[in-house]
């Protein structure tokens, strides 16, 4: 199974996928980066994994349409099968949605259908829960509204900032992806893949 991460960021949870690629836990091959930001900190992981990249700006294109198309051409000559969005700050279209029906997750800093968006761990603090968590979805054209696969709690800690918060969920996804994509994949790959 052949796997392409599109990421925006720092590539944290890419980095998690990687590293349990490589250490046996994702049997998968992680084959692709797709990433908005040229200079994203991903690109650098994905250079030093010796990973291909395909970055895009999409100011040079005229519509979503127009760069998911581009962006499907990279994936077919990788053979893409399955797309893990890993801080992918774009809302997927129907260009990419069409042809990864089924196929295509992404990962969120909190208890979904609560706090979706940009910021869920500042929209947490804000509202004074007691616990936020970490969401895997499957990919719809809402925003991080497709169907869930997997949640886990993560508790608000009496004098929690953004950051100490943060650091904590993103422990908790770094554990969660590879271990749920694995699970996915295991799945997909004994009901057979149709393209
Ligand atoms: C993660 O918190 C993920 O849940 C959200 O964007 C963040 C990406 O972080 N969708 P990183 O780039 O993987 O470090």
Known sequence: MNIAVFASGSGSNF???????????????????VCDKPNAFAV???????????SFNAKDFSSKEEYEREILVELQKHSIDFIALAGYMRL?????????EGR???IHPSL???????????????AGVQETGVTLHYVDSGM???P??????????????????QARIQKTEHELYPRVLQNIIHK????GITK
């Open 188 to 191: 997909q790959m004994a009901g």
């Open 15 to 33: 980095q998690a996928l990687l590293d349990a690629e490589a250490s046996g836990k994702l049997s998968a091959a992680i084959k692709l980066l």
């Open 104 to 106: 295509m997750v992404n």
């Open 44 to 54: 650098e992981r994905a250079n030093k994994a010796g990973i291909p990249v395909y």
């Open 144 to 146: 991080d509204t497709g």
């Open 148 to 165: 869930i696969i997997e949640q886990a709690v993560v508790a608000v800690l009496p004098g929690d900032t953004a950051d100490t918060l």
């Open 112 to 126: 979904l259908p609560h706090f979706p968006g940009k910021d869920a761990v500042g929209q947490a603090l804000a």
């Open 92 to 100: 997927v279209g129907t260009v990419l949605l069409d042809a990864f």
